[in-house]
């Protein structure tokens, strides 16, 4: 696991963090809970690729498949 990847999805989660307390602020709350779940998928997306290569590992390792 490379610490870039742990800087981008903290970075997300700060900047989703500070757009959903200004959007929660104005009343704007559907758009606060819509920017908080676009955050989820977009640092999801980026871990997609480490969960493949932990179960490729995994399997590897126990020899299945």
Do not use: N, P
Request: proline letters at 0%; zero cysteines; hydrophobic letters at 60%.
């Amino acid at each position: 696991m490379d610490i870039s990847l742990i800087i981008k999805i903290a970075g997300i989660g700060i900047l989703v963090a500070v757009a959903a307390q200004i959007l929660s602020k104005t009343g704007r709350d559907e758009q606060a809970m819509f920017v908080t779940l676009a955050g989820i998928l977009v640092a999801l997306m980026l871990l997609v690729s480490q969960i493949r290569e932990l179960f490729d590992f995994v399997t590897s390792v126990f020899g299945v498949g």
